[in-house]
């Protein structure tokens, strides 16, 4: 049972433009949820968080929103630049415990 | 920032054998620490929680027999997968947490250990 799904396993992106990845949940005990970048052989990384209790995060380029009663986060990154390359991974947490969705490889296109 | 770190990045064994996989947050104490698994074109399945000084919380469905984990001290948890078969094969990864004190998002990621099982 998947409790955190990323529907999209990739997206190409124009470098400058938009980058829009999307998660979705079941579980409504979830508190907080987060976003993760990964490179191949090496362990995810924190990219940005929001809590349950907000609608959107912003830092720099990266934007998180989160539409609870859709169950449905997603993640903006403006303008994309080619080292955000990598693969995407949402999170949610109940207490301390993450789950993790499948991530979505995003490639910038220069 | 904070850094884990995982030994060996990489290890290949016979069918029968026991390995053990070693994480350490290198500049801060870790009261808990977490062991996940990916397989390939996966996300990451938490396998057990483990904190400093007691025994570990294993998820439903993870063999605490078969994957012993260790939290001996603030800066080191080991896991060894005990007795390993080709189906033990996959991706290990360590994440640290920093004290209580730290939010949510302190959850630290090592670069993973990458077991093969002949």
């Known amino acids: 049972d998947q409790q955190v799904k990323q529907n999209s396993p990739s997206l190409s992106v124009q470098e400058g433009r938009i980058s829009i990845l999307n998660c979705d949940y079941t579980?409504?005990?979830?508190?907080?949820f987060l976003w993760y970048k990964k490179y191949p052989a090496e362990g995810p990384t924190f990219l940005i968080s929001?809590?349950?209790?907000?609608d959107k995060n912003e830092d720099g380029r990266f934007t998180v929103f989160l539409n609870k009663s859709a169950k449905h986060l997603s993640l903006h990154i403006v303008p994309s630049q080619p080292g955000d390359s990598a693969v995407y991974f949402c999170a949610a947490s109940e207490g301390e415990k993450l789950t993790f969705g499948t991530g979505t490889r995003l490639t910038i296109i220069p | 920032g904070a850094v884990v770190s995982q030994h060996p990045s990489w290890v290949i064994c016979k069918s029968g054998t026991s390995v053990k996989i070693e994480c350490r947050s290198l500049?801060?104490?870790?009261?808990?620490m977490f062991w996940y698994r990916q397989f390939p074109k996966k996300s990451l399945m938490l396998m057990a929680t483990?904190?400093?000084?007691?025994?570990?919380?294993?998820e439903q469905g993870v063999e605490k027999d078969k994957f012993l984990i260790n939290h001996a001290s603030l800066t080191l948890s080991t896991l060894t997968v005990t007795s390993a078969h080709p189906e033990d094969s996959s991706f290990y990864i360590c994440?640290?947490?920093?004290?209580?004190?730290?939010?949510?998002?302190?959850?630290?990621f090592g670069p993973g250990t990458r077991l093969t099982v002949l």
């Open positions: 483990s904190n400093e000084g007691s025994k570990a919380t294993y």
């Open positions: 579980n409504s005990m979830f508190d907080y």
């Open positions: 994440s640290a947490r920093d004290l209580p004190s730290g939010s949510k998002d302190t959850q630290y």
């Open positions: 929001i809590s349950s209790i907000k």
């Open positions: 500049d801060f104490q870790a009261t808990t």
